[in-house]
């Protein structure tokens, strides 16, 4: 009978020890959060991180949940309040978040075609008759988010540093639209004349949500802007932060990467975005003209 007892004990013991082996370290989290800019509606962008969510899940072995925000700032905000643990940045709403939320970049975007970052694009409605940024005046004229780079920053210090033009003054009427794809979609069906926006949402949304060809006109592209990043919160456990940098590195299927228009990931450092600080600054110091 002992012997019987015995061999049931091994036994389970044998099947719970590749549980253990697979379980998360107890300093980690229960639960890992990861924030997303809304640069396209909501449902939309969960859609497409989703499976990215299920292999981080399998490969750390803790649910993961997707977050998203109304704009830029409150997925900022949720990191500094620490309701996020990891975040997808554009550069300048990385820059912020750095600054005020203790975020630290570890993964940079690598697009299909194996360029390390993206160009900011002005677009217009195909057949509007605007083929240029002179044509454009005294037309109706859509930023994205504060925070976004592509969708402001970049393009305003073009128009005021290189184009010497004040937008509010060069427009009939200058909006934010809140994101990408919202702007994209305005100036499809013709409720904004110009937008400011990137290649890789419009690549994202190519044939699903638009014809790039078909519905519109680029007529400004800028110089190639630092890829967009993962980051984590720098007061996580380190064993955690090695783990997911390993993961992301590592993130290979090739479904997933489709959903995202990504060739993979690569690892980044902070001084990477420099270039997006500098921007800011000279921002900051036309303002003050």
Aim: proline share 4%; hydrophobic share 35%; charged share 25%.
């Amino acid at each position: 009978m002992k012997n019987a007892l015995k061999a049931v004990v091994t036994l389970t013991l044998a099947v719970c020890l590749p549980t253990v082996a697979l379980s998360a370290p107890a300093e980690w989290p229960k639960k890992l959060t990861v924030g997303l800019i809304p640069t396209e509606s909501s449902s939309h962008i969960t859609d497409r991180y989703d499976t990215l969510a299920k292999y981080l899940e399998k490969k750390l072995g803790i649910p993961v949940e997707l977050k998203t925000s109304t704009d830029y700032a409150g997925v900022i905000t949720a990191m500094q309040f620490k309701h996020v643990d990891v975040a997808y940045y554009g550069p300048k709403s990385y820059v912020e978040a750095a600054q005020r939320a203790n975020a630290e970049c570890f993964a940079m975007e690598v697009l299909e075609d194996g360029t390390r970052g993206y160009h900011g694009v002005i677009i217009t409605k195909k057949g509007s008759g605007i083929n240029s940024i002179k044509d454009a005046k005294s037309k109706v004229f859509a930023f994205t988010d504060p925070n976004s780079t592509s969708g402001t920053l970049v393009p305003t210090v073009y128009f005021v540093k290189d184009l010497k033009l004040d937008p509010e003054k060069y427009f009939s009427k200058v909006i934010y639209s809140g994101g990408h794809e919202a702007s994209i979609l305005a100036v499809k069906v013709g409720k904004i004349d110009v937008a400011s926006t990137n290649d890789l949402d419009i690549d994202r949304g190519n044939g699903k949500f638009w014809n790039n060809d078909k519905d519109f006109n680029v007529i400004w592209t800028s110089k190639l802007i630092p890829g967009s990043n993962m980051a984590y919160r720098k007061d996580l456990p380190e064993s955690l932060k090695k783990a997911l940098k390993e993961a992301f590195l590592t993130y290979n299927d090739k479904a997933g990467l489709s959903k995202l228009k990504l060739k993979g990931f690569v690892s980044v450092t902070d001084d990477v975005y420099d270039p997006i600080r500098d921007q800011i600054e000279v921002k900051k110091q036309l303002s003050k003209k």
